[in-house]
């Protein structure tokens, strides 16, 4: 099971915070896999959130057209678009 280090990275230059892996030699180059940790969220994401929730609440102003006054006349009328959907082809 390969082992886990913590470093912090200083342009391109690792500081290893805790252990550091073997061999520590001055001139000789080790493999890492380096996974970044976000610790704050980014200001992009905090902005699409802001625009996001924005949306939504103006989406909630509008009004409900969601539910048809006729459902039979509305369903016919949907049958009906779908049928010169398929005849106009």
Known sequence: MPR???ARL???VLEWLDARPEPQVADEAIDVDVTLRPEQPS???STQGRLMAEILAHLAQLP???TPTDPVTWERE???DRRQACWSR
């Open 78 to 80: 949907l049958r009906e």
């Open 10 to 12: 200083r342009g391109d």
């Open 43 to 45: 200001p992009a994401l």
């Open 64 to 66: 409900n057209r969601s």
């Open 4 to 6: 886990s280090y913590r």
